[in-house]
């Protein structure tokens, strides 16, 4: 091979990795039902609800499009199942050079990044790259989120919540979002204000968020615009963050299409794949 597995499996990734943090990304519904909600249920109380209606989430699927700092335009699809924890994605930079669409499998504690055609011919025509995640962790020399994979297993509940920490979350008005009637709101999240009241939450849901916040805290992010279109099942349906980082502008929507439907991910043939922790073996040995 001419070139190193790890190179280029970072030049694959480049200018996608930062846009995985959206797979932190919100609650998702597909409702049957109208747009508008109680009359009693203020704007915050609204948000509020949809996002304990996160918790009975066991699959999603859904889009992506916007701009990562630094990075341009993204857009993607994904689907995901929490238990047992499976992912497929595939993500195009289009501000980038890139050899098409990057995809992105985690199934059985590993990770595999389609290299393309032209890292093919570099690999010995092999396409996919495997990455086993607990080893991977265990190296401090080598670690998922160099290559995208650091926000692989994260629930993507987590970041549509967050709109429950704006003091000023307000009712926009009625839209329709792929033909769904829903309610949009709107609101202000200063992270810092958002880190403080995670003290009132449990364990497990605090740690969710702070993980996810570590993200926004290493682009440079202070706060938040969030808007969010809640669908009559008090599920939501999109939602939107834009914030000013180091780098440049975040502005990322997620669209949900379907959520706690089977969602099946399968590993690329065993023929097509190059095994990192193998290669690295093989070069330490040598």
């Given at each position: 091979m001419k070139l190193s597995v790890s190179?280029?499996?970072?030049?694959?990734?480049?200018?996608?990795?930062?846009?995985?943090?959206?797979?932190?990304?919100?609650?998702?519904?597909?409702?049957?039902?109208?747009?508008?909600?109680?009359?009693?249920?203020?704007?915050?109380?609204?948000?509020?609800?949809?996002?304990?209606?996160?918790q009975d989430i066991t699959s999603l699927r859904y889009r992506m499009t916007g701009k990562v700092p630094g990075e341009g335009r993204v857009s993607g699809e994904a689907a995901m199942s929490m238990k047992p924890l499976a992912m497929s994605m595939k993500m195009t930079a289009e501000d980038q050079a890139t050899d098409g669409p990057v995809e992105i499998r985690l199934v059985n504690n590993a990770m595999y990044i389609g290299a393309g055609a032209q890292a093919a011919k570099e690999m010995d025509g092999k396409s996919w790259i495997k990455f086993d995640m607990s080893a991977l962790g265990a190296d401090k020399e080598l670690n998922a989120d160099q290559f995208g994979g650091g926000q692989a297993d994260k629930n993507p509940a987590t970041e549509s919540t967050f709109l429950t920490g704006s003091k000023d979350v307000k009712k926009v008005g009625t839209e329709t979002v792929e033909g769904v009637k829903t309610t949009h709101y709107k609101g202000t999240v200063p992270l810092d204000a958002l880190r403080k009241s995670l003290k009132s939450q449990d364990k497990t849901t605090r740690e969710q968020r702070e993980k996810a916040l570590e993200q926004y805290t290493k682009m440079g992010i202070d706060a938040i615009t969030m808007d969010m279109w809640i669908d009559g099942d008090d599920h939501?349906?999109?939602?939107?963050?834009?914030?000013?980082?180091?780098?440049?502008?975040?502005?990322?929507?997620?669209?949900?299409?379907?959520?706690?439907?089977?969602?099946?991910?399968?590993?690329?043939?065993?023929?097509?794949?190059?095994d990192l922790a193998e290669m690295m073996k093989g070069a330490q040995q040598g």
């Open positions: 190179t280029l499996a970072g030049r694959r990734v480049t200018g996608v990795a930062l846009a995985a943090l959206v797979l932190g990304g919100g609650a998702v519904g597909c409702s049957k039902g109208g747009a508008e909600e109680s009359p009693a249920l203020t704007p915050a109380a609204a948000v509020a609800k949809a996002a304990k209606k996160t939501t349906k999109q939602f939107r963050m834009r914030g000013t980082a180091d780098k440049g502008p975040l502005d990322m929507t997620i669209t949900f299409l379907d959520y706690n439907k089977p969602v099946t991910v399968t590993a690329p043939p065993a023929k097509d794949t190059v």
